[in-house]
């Protein structure tokens, strides 16, 4: 079973909807979870990061945990045609609290 | 934000050499560095744990005399992907964090090293 799992897509939105992405976890020990997003060639960047049970909200992002089923998930609202790129899920392991990221969700968003 | 400086953003080398990469921090020091390969359409996947002063921890199914990492001062991390073949072929990202706190994990523009 792989540590982090996500659905590979690709997930079509039309311009201003919601896209909702979700993400499972192995490992019960891990505190923290985080969401990047990944144009094609590019490196990651950080768009947000959940450590508590529930929902943490920034600007059109909402992450969402919960830590008894081990899921996490990221809303988009008003998605544009900016977004759609590749939507990675990471969780924090072990002694050094390593990054072991997700296969990740390629987002397309059409006008 | 903070800045980490991979290079070269690309290589392309024949068979049997070794290509060394960089991984630099720019503006902090970075106890741990991270370095990730990604195969095309494929998520990062953790081959290593750098820390500054000591060995580096490898993931399973890594080979350390394949995948040798320096981490030799707290800005500098290097790569060196020896005897490389066509199988090496991938995009290789470096991360380096501050204090320990993930939220302050900063990529490299990762590495696209093609071997034919």
């Known amino acids: 079973q792989k540590e982090v799992e996500q659905n590979s897509g690709p997930l079509s939105v039309p311009e201003g909807a919601i896209a909702s992405l979700n993400c499972t976890y192995s490992?019960?020990?891990?505190?923290?979870f985080f969401w990047y997003r990944q144009y094609s060639g590019k490196s990651p960047e950080l768009i947000m990061s959940?450590?508590?049970?529930g929902d943490k909200e920034d600007g059109r992002f909402t992450a969402q945990l919960n830590k008894a089923s081990q899921y996490v998930s990221l809303l988009i609202r008003d998605s544009q045609p900016s977004d759609s790129a590749t939507y990675l899920c990471?969780?924090?392991?072990?002694?050094?609290?390593?990054?072991?990221f997700g296969a990740g969700t390629r987002l397309a968003v059409h006008p | 934000g903070a800045v980490v400086s991979q290079h070269p953003s690309r290589v392309i080398c024949k068979s049997g050499t070794s290509v060394k990469i960089e991984c630099r921090s720019l503006d902090f020091q970075a106890t741990t560095m991270f370095w990730y390969r990604q195969f095309p359409k494929q998520s990062l996947m953790l081959m290593a744990t750098s820390n500054e002063g000591s060995k580096a921890t490898y993931e399973q199914g890594v080979e350390k005399d394949k995948f040798l990492i320096n981490h030799a001062s707290l800005t500098l991390s290097t790569l060196t992907v020896t005897s490389a073949h066509p199988e090496d072929s991938s995009f290789y990202i470096c991360s380096a964090r501050l204090q320990g706190i993930n939220e302050k994990l900063f990529f490299g523009s990762g590495t696209q090293l093609s071997v034919l």
């Open positions: 959940i450590y508590s049970n």
């Open positions: 490992d019960r020990g891990s505190q923290s």
């Open positions: 990471a969780a924090g392991l072990g002694g050094y609290n390593k990054l072991i």
